[in-house]
């Protein structure tokens, strides 16, 4: 295959991936939102005259940790964070399928601490 197509084809391939990276993150954010709004703080950038806002950030925090999503050009940055009364005081960058799979465990242990917030979850987890 000569060079050319084959950078035709990986660019077609990222950019694929990218867009259904962003429409992911949306759902996620409106997901988040919905179900638990005291727990989730989601940023949207506010261009003028734009038809979306995309999200910029999502933040989850679950007692003395956040999980945070961050939108960084054309990628996501996924990190842990430690919480105290409101400051952020120390955070590390992970993979997104480890920040999901913790965010997951996460939300499962809160439902059973809060069984008030125990339908909420199960609505967004089904």
């Not at 000569?2 to 660019?11: A, G």
């Not at 734009?50 to 940055?77: P, W």
């Amino acid at each position: 295959m000569p060079d050319d197509l084959t950078f035709d084809l990986n660019s077609a391939s990222w950019r694929h991936a990218v867009g259904d990276e962003t429409m992911f993150v949306e759902a996620l954010a409106d997901r988040l939102q919905k179900s638990l709004p005291g727990l989730v703080e989601v940023s949207r950038d506010h261009r003028l005259f734009a038809k979306t806002h995309h999200v910029e950030k999502i933040m989850v925090t679950l007692g003395d940790n956040a999980y945070i999503l961050l939108s960084e050009g054309q990628r996501f940055v996924t990190r842990r964070a430690k919480v105290v009364r409101g400051v952020v005081l120390s955070s590390k960058e992970i993979p997104m399928t480890e920040w999901l799979t913790e965010l997951s465990s996460m939300l499962g242990e809160y439902a059973k601490e809060h069984h008030d917030a125990r339908r909420a979850l199960e609505d967004f987890l089904l």
